[in-house]
């Protein structure tokens, strides 16, 4: 059987990245699937090492719809998202995310798989909604892949912060900041490890038709940063603390829905985590998996 043509754009970024891993190590999948990757420049190291292991690269710029549907051409499947942060704004987003669309249906795409998140009045969560909502109205197969916070963050930018003080006993204290703006103690985060990005998406490659037009609570759970630190202190033995937790009663939140995703979150969470043949990464699991990385 002739192999269908896999396009995933981000190819050299994380997500994009771990998807063509995924495809490539999988039995089943890789047997059904050539891969592409985009990128802007395919002389970059990420891209050449893509190359090497049998991946096409190409190049092509989202803000460039003409440059779009050369990367499409062929495509059975098309993984397409948009880096909110290089974009610089909604309104680059938007126009990106559309560009993208628009290229997977002229050059006829089975189907798109589009990197969205849920409408929560946040400039790099609306505008991929507002793309999401651009798609369901095209003839055309699609499934909105919604990750929640990634476990990677904490390995760079929300890593937690070492004390310049010794604590009573003589050893290091480190403390974890608030995730993102407004985040508490005991503010349920959706996690997930961007490594399992294919896991969620293996129904939808099964089965396009049942799984048309369904939005994935991407997250293997909702945990509070009070809790993520507790899992931090059991695997490492370190002392990791969330900023003034213990001045802070602790809410149990127990069966809530996460803020991220909103009403009926947990019950699409364990949905979406029922539809898959793999399991996904606990917060546990991706600790230990680094623990080299940590302190
Ligand atoms: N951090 C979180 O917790 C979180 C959670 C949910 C969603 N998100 C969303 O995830 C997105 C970032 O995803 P990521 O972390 O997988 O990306 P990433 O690792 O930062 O990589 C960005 C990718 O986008 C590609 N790219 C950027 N601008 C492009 C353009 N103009 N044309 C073609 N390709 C372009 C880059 O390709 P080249 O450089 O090779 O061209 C690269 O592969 C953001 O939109 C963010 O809002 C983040």
């Known amino acids: 059987m002739e192999q269908q043509l896999f396009t995933v754009f981000g190819a050299t970024g994380q997500q994009g990245g771990a998807l063509l891993q995924y495809l490539f190590n999988h039995p089943r999948l890789s047997k059904i699937y050539r891969l592409r990757g985009v990128t802007r420049d395919s002389k970059k190291p990420a891209a050449r090492a893509l190359v090497e292991q049998g991946v096409e690269m190409v190049e092509a710029d989202m803000n460039d719809p003409a440059s779009l549907e050369a990367a499409t051409q062929g495509s059975h499947i098309v993984f397409a998202m948009t880096d909110f942060w290089s974009a610089g704004s909604k309104e680059t987003e938007i126009a990106q995310g559309k560009a993208l669309a628009n ?24 505008g991929k909604a507002d793309v999401e909502a651009y798609i369901r109205n095209l003839p055309m ?146 600790v230990k998996r680094e623990e080299g990385a940590w302190f």
């Open 103 to 126: 290229a997977a249906l002229a050059t006829k795409a089975h189907a798109l798989i589009w990197s969205s998140l849920p409408r929560i009045g946040l400039p790099n969560f609306d």
């Open 141 to 286: 197969k699609s499934l909105f892949y919604m990750p929640g916070w990634f476990m990677q963050n904490q390995l760079s930018f929300s890593k937690p912060v070492k004390q310049a003080n010794e604590n009573q006993q003589g050893g290091e204290t480190y403390i974890l900041k608030p995730l993102f703006p407004g985040c508490e103690a005991d503010t349920l985060v959706p996690l997930v490890d961007n490594e399992d990005i294919g896991k969620y998406l293996q129904p939808f490659l099964d089965d396009q038709d049942r799984y048309n037009g369904v939005g994935l609570v991407a997250s293997s759970e909702f945990m509070t940063p009070r809790d993520m630190c507790a899992v931090w202190r059991k695997v490492t033995g370190k002392e990791v603390w969330f900023e003034n937790e213990e001045e802070v009663k602790r809410i149990d939140r127990g069966g809530e829905d996460s803020w991220y995703y909103g009403d009926g979150s947990r019950k699409a969470l364990e949905w979406t985590l029922e539809q898959m043949e793999g399991k996904t990464t606990s917060w546990e699991d991706f």
